[in-house]
């Protein structure tokens, strides 16, 4: 559906750009403050398509539209483009303004709504400089934001860049799409946390329950690995994205997300050692020592590259999931943790002792079941003389530090 824009009678837009995934009321009420706030005339939200750094479920993609027509429908001031939604391939925020502003008058001055979280990573955005040059800003923050780090970022932003950036804080935005989505999963009432019509739209078509966890981009993905992986790798491939699924909901993390991550973390374990070592010289992944030592470790590093390069993945934490599953790391994320430990206790794990431990404390304690299996690996390589990689001593340094404070 093409649709003809046209905002030449406006001194004043604002584009809301978000994932919708879904929209809630924190949204709305952010798009009508910030609107009354800035005598803002127009409000367009403006649905992500296929955004370069995350990897939403495309199957959701005329959903999410929907939801948010839906959720706008009763405010004049607000309208829903499909701009990014309809276009091909990756969606950059620099091409939807330079799009709108052709549709603008020449002094009309155009505002990007969006999450805080979202828009103070805008350097590693398309051509950011020239975005910061075209349009202002305004980053809605959340309860909970740590509003001195955030202000340290844009007067960065402001100093270096020209960029113009406002935060305002939206108490509202105590509502999240992700926790709305666990709350389906948990079979939890999501009233008055969204219109009710989108709620409607959800129950009517089941969106957010764990069968959503097919799509086109995962059938690819599972043949693929199908016909590269041995039947057991395979079957362990899934057992660890079915395992970093349920731990996400546990955890109120994407389960799209954990799903990936697990069902990518050993796409590198095809190679040989050697075609490990061409590929990682290829791809430019330094080695050091201890991986040159110890081969069997460069799977994660160079599995990381190649979801990359040939699974398409671009979300940041997914390829550090994969990346860093066997030797973990300082400061993990949640993802990174959640396939760390799926890959320990997923259900078709040959039996080793202490499994069940870890299976019992993964869903109550992520942390404690991370040291618990490190410290059990520790003791295993010990008796046959080898030692821990570097990363995973930092690993149990930081939980445990972190465990004591
Ligand atoms: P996100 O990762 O889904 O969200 C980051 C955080 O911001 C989340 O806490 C989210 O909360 C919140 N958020 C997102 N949109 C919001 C909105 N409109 N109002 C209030 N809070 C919002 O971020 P995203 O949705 O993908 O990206 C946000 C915008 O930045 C999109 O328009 C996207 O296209 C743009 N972007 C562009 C580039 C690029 O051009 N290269 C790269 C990154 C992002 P909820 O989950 O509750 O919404």
């Known amino acids: 559906m093409n649709q003809v824009l046209n905002y030449q009678k406006y001194k004043k837009i604002a584009v809301m750009g978000g994932t919708f995934n879904p929209i809630h009321n924190g949204h709305l009420v952010a798009a009508e403050f910030v609107r009354q706030e800035l005598g803002i005339e127009r409000v367009i939200f403006i649905p992500t398509g296929n955004p370069p750094h995350k990897n939403t479920n495309p199957m959701y993609n005329e959903h999410r539209y929907l939801m948010t027509v839906l959720a706008t429908v009763n405010n004049?001031?607000?309208?829903?483009?499909?701009?990014?939604?309809?276009?091909q391939g990756y969606t950059y925020t620099i091409d939807t303004i330079t799009e709108l502003k052709k549709r603008c008058s020449a002094d009309c001055k155009i505002y990007f709504i969006s999450g805080a979280d979202a828009i103070l990573q805008i350097?590693?955005?398309?051509?950011?400089?020239?975005?910061?040059?075209?349009?202002?800003?305004v980053a809605v923050t959340r309860?909970?934001?740590?509003?001195?780090?955030?202000?340290?970022?844009?007067?960065?932003?402001?100093?270096?860049?020209?960029?113009?950036i406002t935060l305002i804080e939206i108490p509202a935005l105590s509502i999240s799409s992700t926790n709305i989505r666990h709350r389906i999963l948990a079979n939890k009432s999501i009233k008055y946390l969204l219109p009710s019509n989108?709620?409607?739209?959800?129950?009517?078509?089941?969106l957010y329950q764990a069968e959503d966890i097919t799509s086109k981009e995962i059938e690819k993905i599972k043949g693929k690995l199908h016909s590269i992986l041995t039947s057991k790798?395979?079957?362990?491939?899934?057992?660890?994205?079915?395992?970093?699924?349920?731990?996400?909901?546990?955890?109120?993390?994407d389960t799209y997300k954990a799903y990936l991550a697990g069902l990518l973390h050993d796409c590198a374990k095809c190679y040989t050692n050697k075609e490990k070592l061409e590929l990682c010289k290829k791809y430019n992944i330094n080695l050091d020592k201890f991986l040159l030592e110890n081969p069997e470790l460069i799977h994660s590093f160079l599995g990381a590259k190649?979801?990359?390069?040939?699974?398409?993945?671009?979300?940041?934490?997914?390829?550090?999931?994969i990346a860093y599953h066997t030797t973990g790391r300082e400061n993990m994320s949640i993802l990174e943790k959640i396939v760390f430990i799926a890959d320990y206790i997923e259900p078709n794990r040959d039996y080793f002792d202490?499994?069940?431990?870890?299976?019992?404390?993964?869903?109550?304690?992520?942390?404690?079941?991370?040291?618990?299996?490190?410290?059990?690996?520790?003791?295993?390589?010990?008796?046959?003389?080898?030692?821990?990689?570097?990363?995973?001593?930092?690993?149990?340094?930081?939980?445990?530090?972190?465990k004591n404070e």
């Not at 309860?143 to 113009?164: A, F, H, R």
């Open 76 to 87: 004049p001031h607000f309208e829903v483009s499909r701009l990014e939604i309809d276009r």
């Open 306 to 321: 190649i979801a990359e390069l040939e699974y398409n993945i671009t979300d940041f934490d997914i390829l550090n999931a």
């Open 123 to 137: 350097l590693q955005w398309k051509e950011p400089e020239k975005l910061l040059s075209m349009c202002e800003f």
């Open 198 to 206: 989108v709620e409607d739209y959800i129950h009517k078509f089941s």
């Open 233 to 253: 790798r395979y079957k362990h491939t899934l057992g660890v994205a079915q395992e970093a699924l349920q731990l996400a909901k546990r955890y109120n993390v």
């Open 354 to 402: 202490g499994l069940d431990k870890i299976r019992e404390l993964a869903y109550k304690n992520i942390n404690t079941a991370i040291i618990f299996a490190l410290e059990n690996t520790m003791k295993y390589l010990k008796n046959r003389n080898i030692k821990l990689h570097p990363l995973g001593k930092k690993a149990l340094m930081y939980l445990k530090e972190e």
């Open 143 to 164: 309860p909970g934001n740590n509003i001195k780090e955030l202000e340290k970022t844009v007067s960065m932003l402001k100093d270096k860049y020209k960029g113009k």
